[in-house]
Nanobody, 124 residues
């Protein structure tokens, strides 16, 4: 069973920053696209950012573009999400996921391995 582990969540004030990390200690996802998703209470899980297998292509939702940056280090099998200028509407549980393909689609059904999530709370 592939396990993805997220870390780096926490409580931050509006305008603050957090850096989330995702690692796959038991399996490499170096040949897969990786996405970050989030889910707020009462809302559907939504795509936040994605990165292709070699880091050559990244994508972001409109709500985070320009504030969040996704990156990956294939040697350490880690994908990071740098979140700057955080807003209260960014409050959610954040999940990383490994895609079935080499790119990172926006549809969560195209991902087959997920982490347990890390809570991000932004206070106003």
């Amino acid at each position: 069973q592939v396990q993805l582990i997220e870390s780096g969540g926490g409580l931050v004030q509006t305008g603050g920053s957090l850096r989330l990390s995702c690692v796959a200690p038991r399996r490499t996802f170096s040949n897969n696209g990786v996405g970050w998703f989030r889910q707020a209470p009462g809302k559907e899980r939504e795509f936040v950012a994605g990165i292709s297998w070699n880091g050559g292509s990244t994508s972001y939702s409109d709500s985070v573009r320009g504030r969040f940056t996704i990156s990956r280090d294939r040697t350490s099998n880690t994908v990071a999400l740098q979140m700057n200028n955080l807003r209260p509407e960014d409050t959610a549980i954040y999940y990383c996921a490994s895609a079935r393909s080499t790119y990172a689609p926006t549809n969560p059904s195209q991902y087959n391995y997920w982490g347990q999530g890390t809570q991000v709370t932004v206070s106003s």
